[in-house]
């Protein structure tokens, strides 16, 4: 088992909707998760972190934690066609290595 | 301003070269960190360091060796034993997050092809 899973897609919503990106991790012990959006052919930048259960909210970010079912998703509301990317899950090992999912394409079409 | 700077943006190496990446950053961060991305897939750890003058392996280390003489230099040599070299590199740094986590900070990356 993969240490952070992420479906590839590609997840293709209209302009204007809600894309929900997806993240599982394996180890139980992980306490810091972060997304990272990736343009082709550019290096990936950090937009959220989340450590509590719960939700976090930036702008027309949310991202989601549920440690118990060791589940961390990304929302993107009122998509725009900027927003077409490739997500990267992180997670922290116990050792503050950022370990990365293989990352969703993301394609908002208008 | 502060940042990570890698180069070359691209290089090309010929069969059984070692070629040396070029990684500095600015940031003042302690750890840094090399990975490797190919086509449709995530970064893969190849070297980490957590301070100055001592490194660790990460996944996918054959074929690779770094050092970490400085804070602010790490670079990268792809070396002939590095059975499938052409993939984009990235050098990244990291500082403690307020939550306990590290939060990662990534140079524009190198993308090297074999020819």
């Known amino acids: 088992q993969k240490e952070v899973e992420q479906n590839s897609g590609p997840l293709s919503v209209p302009e204007g909707a809600i894309a929900s990106l997806n993240c599982t991790y394996s180890d139980r012990v992980s306490q810091s998760f972060f997304w990272y959006r990736q343009y082709s052919g550019k290096s990936p930048e950090l937009i959220m972190s989340?450590?509590?259960?719960g939700d976090k909210e930036d702008g027309r970010f949310t991202a989601q934690l549920n440690k118990a079912s060791q589940y961390v998703s990304l929302l993107i509301r009122d998509s725009q066609p900027s927003d077409s990317a490739t997500y990267l899950c992180a997670v922290n090992r116990p050792s503050y290595i950022p370990t990365f999912g293989r990352g969703t394409s993301l394609i908002v079409h208008p | 301003d502060g940042g990570i700077t890698q180069s070359p943006k691209y290089l090309f190496r010929k069969e059984g070269q070692n070629v040396t990446l070029s990684c500095e950053q600015n940031l003042n961060h302690d750890a840094m960190y090399w990975y490797r991305q190919d086509p449709g897939q995530g970064l893969r750890l190849i070297y980490y360091s957590q301070i100055v003058n001592d490194f660790q392996k990460g996944d996918i280390a054959e074929g690779y060796s770094v050092s970490r003489e400085k804070k602010e230099s790490f670079p990268l040599t792809v070396t002939s034993a590095q059975k499938n070299p052409t993939a984009f590199y990235l050098c990244a740094s990291s500082i403690p997050s307020t939550g306990g986590g590290t939060e990662a900070f990534f140079g524009q990356g190198t993308r090297l092809t074999v020819v």
């Open positions: 989340i450590y509590s259960n």
